[in-house]
């Protein structure tokens, strides 16, 4: 059973940080791509950053980039997210997945993925 669970979120002023984690369990030799995702408020999940697990390739959103930077941890099948300069617009829940359920599929889509964790709150105050 393939397990993703997210840490590390909490409440932030705006310009400060944070780093979530993404711990993943089970059968995890065959992930391809792993990617940060976020959901506001009545808004649609969308895709913050994406890495290529083999090669260590990534992609950020616009309106991260700069300032996130995705990395992992084979060792320990864990994934970060690092969020530095933060913004209001930032919050929201935030969801790591893992897996692309197809080769060809687009890796900042949310629709690609076969594995998702829980989620974990981010908040930045102005």
């Known amino acids: 059973q393939v397990r993703l669970v997210e840490s590390g979120g909490g409440s932030v002023q705006a310009g400060g940080s944070l780093r979530l984690s993404c711990a993943a369990s089970?059968?995890?030799?065959?992930?391809?791509?792993m990617g940060w995702f976020r959901q506001a408020p009545g808004k649609e999940r969308e895709g913050v950053a994406t890495?290529?697990?083999?090669?260590?390739?990534?992609w950020y959103a616009d309106s991260v980039k700069g300032r996130f930077t995705i990395s992992q941890d084979n060792a320990k099948n864990t994934f970060y997210l690092q969020m530095n300069s933060l913004k209001p617009e930032d919050t929201a829940m935030y969801y790591c997945?893992?897996?692309?359920?197809?080769?060809?599929?687009?890796?900042?889509?949310?629709?690609?993925?076969?594995?998702w964790g829980q989620g974990t709150q981010v908040t930045v105050s102005s």
């Open positions: 089970g059968y995890t030799s065959s992930y391809n791509y």
């Open positions: 997945a893992a897996d692309l359920a197809n080769s060809g599929y687009d890796p900042r889509e949310a629709g690609s993925y076969v594995y």
């Open positions: 890495i290529y697990t083999p090669g260590d390739a990534t």
